[in-house]
């Protein structure tokens, strides 16, 4: 199937359950690339992200838009208006926060179907530009950012401190000093 019979649409409360359980395979997918850096999924996941991404929906300043085929949501777009951000050396931008496809869906165009929707709210929101960030492992979001126009900027880097028992004997040896 292509992605012609999918209608991208703001979304509503009623997506909730749909909303939570796309978050919820971003979450696991994030946690198996790197286990240390990402959040793990709970059991409480796919509701608390659902909860969430629903209470987005009064903000003037957000966009929350989902792909429905034949009734059902299949993908969501949550994009934002930003101000100056000195923490990230930037001005004003949109900023691309999630983009999830259910995975039987992934490859018929819809991942881009909802950036476009995106991209094009940010601009009529007078987003000058956009920002995002993605999962070094994450090829396929990085391919389809960069068939967009998008360009590296950054580079996110972590760094594991050690358990919390490493935690206290460093913070007592600092207060020491």
Do not use: C
Not at 46 to 75: C, H, M, T
Not at 129 to 157: C, D, H, K, W, Y
Not at 161 to 176: H, I, M, N, P, V
Request: hydrophobic share 45%; charged share 25%.
């Amino acid at each position: 199937m292509t992605s012609a019979s999918v209608l991208i649409r703001t979304a509503a409360r009623t997506d909730l359950e749909a909303l939570g359980k796309l978050g919820e395979i971003m979450v696991a997918t994030h946690f198996a690339f790197d286990a240390k850096r990402f959040i793990a999924p709970e059991p409480q996941t796919a509701q608390r992200y659902g909860e969430f991404l629903v209470s987005q929906l009064r903000k003037p300043d957000v966009a929350l838009l989902v792909a429905e085929e034949n009734g059902s949501v299949i993908g969501y777009v949550y994009a934002g208006l930003e101000g100056f951000d000195y923490m990230a050396l930037r001005g004003p931008a949109g900023a691309l926060y999630d983009i999830v496809v259910d995975p039987a869906r992934r490859g018929a165009g819809v991942g881009r179907q909802l950036l476009d929707a995106a991209l094009t709210w940010l601009a009529a929101h007078g987003a000058p530009r956009v920002v995002l960030s993605t999962a070094e492992q994450n090829e396929s979001a990085q391919r389809l950012f960069a068939g967009a126009g998008f360009r590296p900027t950054m580079i996110e880097m972590t760094l594991e401190l050690g358990d919390a028992a490493d935690d206290q004997e460093r913070s007592t040896k600092r207060s020491k000093r």
